[in-house]
């Protein structure tokens, strides 16, 4: 029964495909599972807006909005039409074809990272081998529509914006990659599904996540720290803030587009908070042992909308980084962790299981951010200025 | 150490979310139009005719001066007299307006008009709520448009409003006890005097007497201090 | 399964062409990162995913945006004022086929040594790292220091530069 409750879906899907002939199972089964993450995101990112806008109002010490449905929460129908037949404005002097590009590329590519997502036992899309690989090769791309938005709206506060954007955009990136570089080394596999069967196992109870290793704990922080950048994500969202130009290398969308970017923005924190419990806080697995009997895909969308949560509650929280803040957090503290976080789980692999390794690793770690802590953001004495003009 | 005002941050706004659910101070919205948040007793927007008791028109205690129409700096009162007269609070027949139009789209709230007026006729209202889809006259408020009651008056300013019937029990008493000074020094006279011219001064002050007397009986206050007032018939 | 290759080969080639003929130079970068994509696609075609997958993340995470950016950064984006074909473009042709028949002739050449089955060989993540560890950990590191010094050069021009507006 609990078995049947976890592989409802699958046995779903197997069940609306017997009715078809052999060869057609396979490409429309593709389909079915494709159809239902198109479906299934865009209405968690409906339900996503609302709580976001009700508990950034409940930090702010007011109420979100609650006059739409009972507490608000058919907003995002409003939203929805409101975007749907608001006038599309493109500047004439912008660059048509790119400027109508902008936004299904950024959709396109964000969505195709859900493909290598594991959303519960048995519930992967594609089982690539080369999985991990696979989801940074499509949020490297994300950058191009970024930029190719800004460009192509003729606008030097869009363009300046972009430009910001796909630096900060390019930097995190690097963090993210080597926080996630991590756990291939000790998984040994790029393969997603692999990486949550090497989480699957409970000590007393209580599960093998990464988390609960120093390396891992040093990881996810990283990990959650170049996620937020990566979809410019406040604190890190100076490309899209609103007080500083305009709405950066989205201004001059207006209607469905801009709803479009604003769809792939929170898309893309689904997909990276989906990837990060995958990696890191094991996936579609419970956290206790006693807790399986709840369906694995309960816990990982759990998960993620915890994620969601934490995210919300960043933004309410914390101000915004200026540019040069933001990457000197990047070059000088991110990417030096990243790569003792690196050395301390090779430390941790070879040094066999024990309470020493334990020590020694999160002694190194410690030690590496308090002192990188102190010495990477010390606080830079800025001279007179000095202006550099491009030749 | 790197982090420590992020998690305090963090702390703070999680205590206020969760506070917001809980207690009134962290949640500070005021859900307009089904709450309002009470406007304190000082407020003023636009002015209104003050009347006593229950007729608006009997009541009113304006009586047509013209002193706020002419010290209204953009002038937007506009007053017609009245041909006849009719008894004020103090018995006294007076003139009243028979057009009173305040331009409420003009008026600017200065309270002059308030501030000069003798008989405590025009006072400030609260109401802001006033939004009309009739440009032209919608915001154009006549007579029976202004007349508040004085009831009302002690509901939205109740020192103000005490204040005022406090000044004008007083002048009432003080009226009161010089007609009562006069009624008795004529009947006096018209003991001594002859019957007939100083009846008919007996009749007239007799008939001016019992406005008073039902007047009288309302403020009850008068009657004490209108006792000391006899022995000085010279206010 | 002829077709799929056809319809990804004449996206890399349209995308190639275009690079070379568009006027405006952000389009041909894009047309650019579109031939590099249908390059991708070719490689995963042939069950290399590392390198299917590596093409995309470097060539258009990294050179497609750099290439981007070395446009915006100097004066390219506008449009130039003579036609963008230069006067000596025969010759240029000529020496273009000439490679593309000398590349052609080696390929052909080597044809009958090819290896006949059908089924390609896989090449897993964990054969290339093995490889790259214990064969080829001399190109590896070669590579590696060429990447940190264009890195210090990058930096010790930048930093030249505000020496010299101080």
């Not at chain 1, 779903?12 to 479906?39: D, R």
């Not at chain 2, 702390?11 to 659910?21: I, L």
């Not at chain 2, 047509?64 to 009719?86: G, L, T």
């Not at chain 3, 473009?89 to 089955?117: K, N, R, T």
Request: aromatic share 12%; glycine share 8%; net charge neutral.
């Amino acid at each position: 029964m609990i078995e049947r409750l976890d592989q409802i879906f699958v046995i779903l899907k197997h069940w609306l495909l017997g009715y078809l002939p052999e060869s057609w199972q396979t490409p429309v089964g593709v389909i079915l599972s494709v159809v239902c993450i198109i479906g299934l995101y865009p209405a968690l990112f409906a339900i996503t807006t609302v709580l976001e806008r009700k508990g950034v109002a409940r930090i702010q010490n007011r109420l979100g909005p609650n006059r739409v449905g009972p507490y608000g929460i058919l907003q995002p129908m409003a939203d929805g039409i409101k975007s749907l037949t608001k006038e599309d404005i493109v500047p004439t002097t912008a660059d048509g074809v790119v400027h109508f590009l902008a936004p299904v590329v950024l959709v396109v590519v964000v969505f195709m990272g859900f493909a290598v997502l594991p959303m519960g036992r048995n519930m992967v899309l594609v089982d690539m081998d080369a999985g991990l690989l696979f989801y940074f090769a499509m949020g490297a791309s994300a950058e191009l529509s970024v930029f190719m938005a800004g460009w192509s709206s003729r606008n030097k506060y869009s363009l300046l914006g972009a430009m910001r954007a796909v630096a900060q955009m390019i930097s995190y990136e690097i963090a993210l990659l080597l926080s996630s570089v991590v756990i291939v080394m000790i998984t040994g596999s790029l393969s997603l599904v692999k990486i949550v069967e090497a989480q699957n196992h409970y000590t007393w109870g209580l599960p093998h996540w990464f988390i609960f290793t120093p390396w891992g704990l040093a990881g996810f922080l990283m990990y959650a720290i170049a996620g937020t950048a990566e979809t410019n994500r406040s604190p890190f969202d100076l490309p899209e803030g609103e007080s500083e130009l305009v709405a950066g290398y989205h201004t001059e969308y207006s209607g469905f587009k801009f709803a479009l970017f604003f769809l792939g923005e929170y898309v893309a924190m689904f997909s990276i908070s989906g990837l990060g419990s995958t990696l890191f806080l094991g996936g579609w697995t419970a956290p206790l042992e006693v807790l399986q009997f709840i369906p694995s895909w309960i816990w990982f969308f759990g998960k993620l909308f915890l994620s969601m949560g934490v995210f919300i509650w960043m933004r309410g929280t914390l101000p915004r980084l200026r540019q040069d803040q933001l990457m000197n957090f990047a070059w000088k503290f991110v990417l030096p962790m990243c790569l003792l976080n690196l050395f301390a789980a090779g430390l941790w692999h070879f040094m066999g299981a024990g309470w020493l390794r334990w020590v020694v690793c999160s002694a190194i770690l410690i030690l590496a951010y308090v002192s990188i802590g102190r010495e990477g953001m010390r606080r830079k004495n800025l001279g007179p200025r000095s202006y550099r003009y491009a030749e | 150490m790197l982090g420590e005002g992020i998690l305090k941050g963090l702390v703070e706004t999680a205590r206020n979310f969760a506070g917001s659910y809980v207690s009134k101070e962290r949640l500070t919205t005021v859900e307009y139009p089904e709450e309002r948040s009470p406007l304190p007793e000082a407020a003023r927007n636009f002015p209104f005719l003050v009347y006593d008791g229950d007729d608006w028109e009997k009541g009113l205690r304006c009586v047509a001066c013209q002193i706020c129409e002419k010290e209204c700096p953009p002038k937007c009162i506009y007053i017609e007299k009245s041909k006849d007269k009719k008894p004020d609070y103090v018995g006294k027949l007076q003139i009243y307006p028979a057009k009173f139009d305040i331009d409420i789209s003009v008026c600017m709230s200065c309270q002059i008009c308030v501030e000069v007026c003798p008989f405590e006729a025009i006072k400030m209202d609260t109401e802001f709520e006033l939004a009309t889809d009739d440009r032209f006259r919608g915001l154009l408020l006549d007579r029976h448009q202004l007349a508040r009651s004085n009831e009302y008056y002690h509901e939205i300013h109740p020192t103000e409003a005490a204040e005022v019937d406090a000044r004008l029990a007083d002048e009432k008493a003080k009226v009161e006890a010089k007609a009562k000074a006069a009624a008795e020094a004529a009947a006096a006279k018209a003991a001594a005097g002859t019957s007939a011219t100083t009846a008919a001064d007996a009749a007239k002050a007799g008939s001016s007497a019992p406005a008073p007397k039902p007047v009288a009986a309302e403020t009850k206050a008068s009657a004490t201090p209108a006792k000391p007032n006899e022995g000085e018939p010279k206010a | 399964m002829g077709f799929v290759f056809y319809l990804i080969s004449t996206f890399t080639v349209g995308g190639a062409l275009a690079a070379v003929l568009l006027k405006n130079l952000v389009h041909a970068a894009l047309a650019l990162t579109v031939a590099f994509f249908g390059l991708a696609l070719l490689f995963l075609r042939l069950d290399a995913q590392f390198a299917g997958f590596a093409q995309i993340l470097v060539y258009v995470g990294a050179v497609a945006i750099l290439v981007v950016f070395a446009i915006l950064l100097t004066r390219g984006s506008e449009l130039p004022k003579e036609g963008v074909f230069s006067k000596t473009w025969l010759v240029g042709l000529a020496i273009a086929a000439g490679v593309f028949a000398l590349l052609a002739w080696a390929v052909l050449q080597a044809a009958p040594w090819l290896p006949q089955e059908k089924a390609a060989p896989t090449v897993t993540v964990n054969d290339i790292g093995n490889a790259l560890m214990s064969r080829y950990v001399l190109p590896l590191e070669i590579v590696a220091v060429l990447l940190t010094a264009a890195l210090l050069g990058a930096v010790i021009v930048a930093m030249h530069e505000k020496e010299r507006s101080r």
